[in-house]
């Protein structure tokens, strides 16, 4: 069995705190025609490099119905960075156009198989996976950027066309997980096998 979600799979539920002061479950977003649900954080240079193109992506595809929710389940522990109080403040000092969840318990990073911060899950109107992994391959710089998969696949959804590369590997830090080394990552984790 893969450790991250396999194309096909239904989105996982949840229950978490945001930013904004509410809770929030899947069904709160089911007014959204497609579902992004990105693994992120505070501090990744990989996150930090790539939130401009991030939100231009989010803007981009808004008025086509997409819909872009952020999860951080990064250990506050493992990296203070990450604590729910410097999320407010990042999306104070920000604005992102998206809701920032909060998965203290670690529990839907599990459930999705989360691998790296940025890691993308993108959804149909059933709420089947259709893409996950990178959004672009060089998020740390986006000058360097020559491919955006997550456009792509996205195009290709409003589209109504298949997405042509479903699977690509994320690139970002690790999941920070709890009562682990920062560079730990799940042993199942570490046997997939991507399309590059």
Not at 24 to 31: K, R, V
Not at 88 to 100: A, L
Request: glycine share 4%.
């Amino acid at each position: 069995m893969s450790f991250t979600l396999t194309i096909g799979q239904a989105a996982k539920n949840f229950k978490l705190p945001a930013t904004d002061g509410r809770q929030y479950t899947l069904d709160d977003f089911s007014d959204a025609r497609y579902l992004v649900l990105f693994f992120t954080c505070n501090h990744c240079p990989y996150v930090t490099g790539s939130d401009e193109l991030t939100r231009a992506t989010a803007l981009k595809y808004q008025p086509l119905g997409v819909r872009f929710v952020a999860i951080n389940s990064n250990s506050k522990n493992t990296y203070a960075e990450d604590s729910f109080e410097q999320m407010v403040k990042r999306m104070e000092q920000h604005k992102f156009p998206w809701v920032y969840l909060y998965d203290e318990s670690q529990e839907v990073a599990l459930a999705y198989g989360a691998l790296r911060t940025p890691h993308f899950y993108v959804f149909d109107e059933a709420r089947k996976l259709v893409y996950t992994g990178r959004a672009v391959d060089n998020p740390k710089d986006i000058a360097k950027a020559t491919v955006n998969d997550l456009d792509r696949a996205l195009q290709e959804l409003v589209d109504g066309k298949p997405v042509s590369v479903p699977v690509t590997n994320p690139i970002g830090c690790n999941v920070k997980w709890e009562g682990k080394d920062k560079h730990w990552m799940p042993a199942d984790a570490c046997d997939l096998i991507w399309n590059k």
